[in-house]
């Protein structure tokens, strides 16, 4: 559905981004991450058609990126701004029959009706979107992205400044994106909402650092941790479990957890020498690295702020 | 290839916006009234207030001779119907202030206004193309400007008919008053709105793209301060003239405008 193939872009002298590759499919969900400046905005702009790519090329829905298909691209994407930048002084429906009609679709009330109905606005249809909450604004915003019905949806930064309940408003509808098919672009600074909703993450700063699954990303660069929990004293098994393929075992107490390369593959050994060895073993449970400290790993712990799109 | 759609569906949303906004509108209408009550003040009641006739200025006098014959049917008037006339007749250059001060006001809000909000990506993110963004917006600001000049110049004419000396309204409905009305005053606010909306995609604050379109008001005031004098008549035959050269300059500076329009610079400059 989407097809970037390293794309970069420099303002003046300064690039932006650096030789990005990734393909989204359909009904998949892309998590893009990364410092302030390190080229989110850019990357999802140049996919939706508003700037161009200074080199490399993007397709979008069968459409290569061109200046002679541009217009036809930006008519496949749905594009959520980081604002959600509606006009204010018109009320919710105005805006969207706006888009509508941008859109030229063929029945634009129907459309917009529908739409205020699948985002719980009908109530608010009439409104000023000046007098609407943060999250209603952005529900608008949302429902403003979606009237196209795009296969190729871009949010940037979608559950900003929401409260919990809006965010999980705006979750549960990029699920339903993916349960329909769309290509899912996420650009956030929430790692714990890419973690839970991405299929694949990117670390972005400039150029990808990585581009995995956030599972497949923490086995790469930490291993996984496992924590077994025993009846009895923990210590004495701390040698067995290190020939079994363990590493940086920590005892405390009846608890002994470890880090294996590989959980699925090396869980089974060490489980079997520890109950050939005696172990009285109560649970066995992985212990996931957060997503957050892979991203610290990936990135540093400075801001990286640019001040860069 | 333009989509009239596209344009008519923005062009509504312009029209609706602008409806809803005061602070875009109110330096219109303080325009169209002051240039609406000025020439009563000064042909109707001051006149009355000091009891002096407009007819016994010698000034004013000569001037009315100089360019009676650019007003149909003044001989047929009073005196002081002349007068009147020509005070009001020459005003009506003044009234073209209105589409011009609503051009300024309203382009300066647009797009710069756009950014303001934050509205102007999810726009651009649109199909939308250049030329139908710009004529959207140059005719979402054209449409109100003349619309408050057509009103104004309607109340204007209808004073006349009933302050004004009998005969002095039908002597200013000339084809003259139908070029300026019709033909240059539309025209003078198109070319100002083209350049607001040109500056305004260009800064960041409405302020700047009015202070650029605000040049328009100088050759209009002159325009006015010359025809007073009698140093320049604008006959029919200039008039259509003038108004042929300002269609081709707006042409050369909408195509100058889609071709300086730069989306990714809207885009990734603008803060």
Not at chain 1, 173 to 179: G, H, I, P, Q
Not at chain 1, 284 to 309: C, H, N, R, T
Not at chain 2, 68 to 79: A, I, M, T, Y
Not at chain 2, 88 to 112: D, Q, W
């Amino acid at each position: 559905m989407i097809a970037a193939r390293h794309l970069s872009r420099v303002f003046g002298d300064r690039s932006a981004v650096d030789d990005v590759t990734f393909d989204v499919a359909p009904g998949e969900i892309f998590g893009l991450l990364g410092p302030n400046g390190a080229g989110k905005t850019t990357t999802l702009r140049m996919v939706a058609g508003l700037i161009a790519p200074t080199s490399g090329e993007a397709s979008v829905a069968g459409v290569p990126l061109t200046r002679q298909t541009i217009d036809k691209v930006r008519g496949q994407v749905g594009f959520l701004t980081e604002a959600p930048g509606l006009w204010d002084r018109l009320t919710v429906e105005v805006n969207l029959l706006t888009y509508a009609r941008l859109h030229q679709l063929s029945d634009p009330h129907a459309v917009v009706a529908r739409a205020l109905e699948r985002f719980g606005l009908s109530d608010r249809a009439t409104s000023l979107c000046a007098e609407l909450s943060k999250g209603l604004k952005q529900r608008v915003a949302i429902a403003r992205t979606l009237l196209h019905d795009p296969p190729v949806v871009l949010l940037d930064e979608p559950t900003s400044g929401l409260d919990p309940q809006s965010a999980r408003v705006v979750r549960d509808l990029v699920r339903e994106l993916k349960a329909r098919g769309h290509a899912v672009i996420i650009s956030t600074h929430n790692l714990d909402e890419a973690e839970r909703m991405a299929d694949r993450v990117g670390v972005l700063r400039r150029t990808f650092l990585a581009v995995a699954s956030p599972v497949d990303l923490r086995r790469r660069l930490f291993g996984s941790r496992v924590r077994i929990v025993m009846a009895a004293d923990a210590s004495p098994y701390t040698a067995i479990v290190e020939r079994a393929g363990g590493r940086e075992g920590v005892v405390s107490g009846r608890e002994l957890s470890f880090t294996l390369d590989d959980i699925e593959a090396g869980t089974p050994p060490v489980v079997a020498a520890l109950v050939g060895a005696g172990a009285a073993i109560i649970s066995v449970k992985s212990e996931d690295q957060p997503l957050e400290d892979i991203y610290f790993a990936l990135v540093g712990d400075e801001s990286g702020e640019e001040g860069g799109a | 290839m333009i989509a009239p759609a596209r344009v008519f569906a923005l062009l509504r949303k312009e029209v609706a916006e602008l409806s809803r906004n005061r602070s875009a509108l109110l330096p219109v209408i303080v325009v169209g009234f002051i240039t609406t009550a000025l020439p009563f003040f000064v042909a109707i009641v001051g006149p009355q207030m000091t009891g002096h006739a407009l007819s016994g200025d010698r000034e004013l006098l000569e001037t009315l001779t100089k360019v009676s014959g650019e007003l149909p049917g003044v001989d047929r008037l009073s005196p002081e119907g002349a007068m009147q006339a020509f005070i009001f007749s020459r005003f009506l250059v003044m009234t073209l202030l209105v589409p011009v001060t609503g051009a300024i006001t309203f382009a300066g809000h647009s797009l710069v206004g756009e950014k303001l909000g934050r509205s102007l990506e999810p726009l651009l993110a649109t199909p939308i193309t250049t030329t139908e963004l710009l004529l959207a917006k140059v005719a979402g600001a054209l449409i109100p400007s003349l619309a408050l000049m057509f009103l104004t110049t309607a109340i204007y004419i209808a004073g006349v008919a009933m302050f004004a000396e009998p005969g002095v309204a039908r002597a200013m409905l000339s084809p003259k008053t139908a070029l300026l009305v019709l033909g240059l005053g539309p025209m003078t606010a198109l070319l100002a709105l083209q350049v607001g909306v040109l500056v305004s995609a260009r800064v960041n604050d409405p302020r700047t793209a009015q202070q650029f379109g605000a040049l328009f008001i100088l050759p209009l005031t002159g325009l006015f301060m010359a025809q007073m004098s009698g140093a320049f008549i604008l006959s029919l035959g200039l008039g259509l003239t003038i108004l042929a050269g300002l269609a081709v300059v707006w042409l050369l500076l909408l195509l100058f405008g889609v071709a300086i329009f730069e989306r990714e610079a809207i885009l990734t400059r603008w803060k």
